[in-house]
C-alpha cells in the first residue's frame, strides 16, 4: 500500500529537485564516518602537544604512506586518524614523561579524521577548499562531534597544499 503511493510521489518530488535536500544532509563533514579499524592500519607517528597537554597518535594505510614516500598526493580512500589523548599529569599539572622521554597517555579525548575520495569537495570555494579531503571529528564514543568547527579544519590545514594538505606528509614519507 505505501509502497505503491509512494512512487508517483518520489518521482514528482525528484522532478521538482527536492530530493537534493536529502543529499545535502550527507555533505561536508558527514561523509566521514568513524573509521572503525583504524588502529589495524599503520600507526607512522605521534606528537607530544605543549599547548593543550595532548599525546596524539597518527595512523593511516600503507598505500597513503607508499604514495607519500614517492613524493605524490595521496590516493583516493585514504583516511588518516589522529587520536587525541590526555597527555597524564603530574602534581604540578605538567605533563609527564615516560622513560622515553616523551608524554604518556592518559584518558581519551577523541578523534580528528581527514578521508579523501574522488570527486569530494567539489562543493567548496577555492578559498577553503582542500582538494578532495574531508574533515570530522569524533568523541570518545566515536559519535559526530558535533561542537567541532569543521570550517577551521579546511583554514588551517589549506596553507599545506603542495603536500597534499597533509601536516605530517613529511612523516609519512618517513623523514
Ligand atoms: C589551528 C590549526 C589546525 C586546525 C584548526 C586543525 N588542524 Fe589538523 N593538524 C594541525 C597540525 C599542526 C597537525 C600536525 C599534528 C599536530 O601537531 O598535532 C594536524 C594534523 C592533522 C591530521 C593528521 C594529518 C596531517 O595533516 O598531518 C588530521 C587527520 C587532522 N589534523 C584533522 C583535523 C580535523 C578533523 C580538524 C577539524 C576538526 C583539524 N585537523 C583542525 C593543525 C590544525
Known amino acids: 500500500m505505501l509502497k505503491s503511493g509512494f512512487a508517483p510521489i518520489a518521482t514528482a ?9 536529502a543529499t545535502q544532509v550527507r555533505a561536508g563533514g558527514d561523509k566521514v564516518v568513524f ?7 599503520v600507526l607512522f607517528t605521534t606528537v607530544d602537544r605543549t599547548d593543550n597537554k595532548q599525546f596524539r597518535e597518527f595512523y593511516t594505510s600503507q598505500a597513503a604512506l607508499d604514495a607519500a614516500k ?25 605533563p609527564e614523561k615516560g622513560p ?7 584518558d581519551l579525548n577523541g578523534y580528528a579524521v581527514m578521508e579523501k575520495r574522488t570527486g569530494w569537495g ?9 582538494g578532495e579531503w574531508e574533515y570530522q571529528a569524533f568523541t570518545p564514543a566515536k559519535a559526530v562531534n558535533t561542537g567541532a ?14 603536500d597534499d594538505y597533509v601536516f605530517l606528509y613529511g612523516k609519512m614519507a618517513g623523514k
Open 35 to 41: 573509521p572503525e579499524g583504524f588502529d589495524k592500519g
Open 122 to 130: 567539489a562543493e567548496y570555494p577555492d578559498n577553503i577548499r582542500n
Open 13 to 21: 518530488l525528484i522532478g521538482l529537485g527536492i530530493f537534493t535536500l
Open 70 to 94: 614517492k613524493g605524490q598526493p595521496l590516493p583516493s580512500g585514504t583516511v588518516i586518524t589522529m587520536v587525541q589523548w590526555k597527555a597524564k599529569l603530574d602534581a604540578a599539572g605538567n
Open 100 to 106: 622515553d622521554g616523551r608524554f604518556v597517555k592518559g
Open 149 to 162: 568547527k569543521l570550517t577551521a579544519c579546511f583554514e588551517c590545514h589549506l596553507p599545506h597544499k603542495s
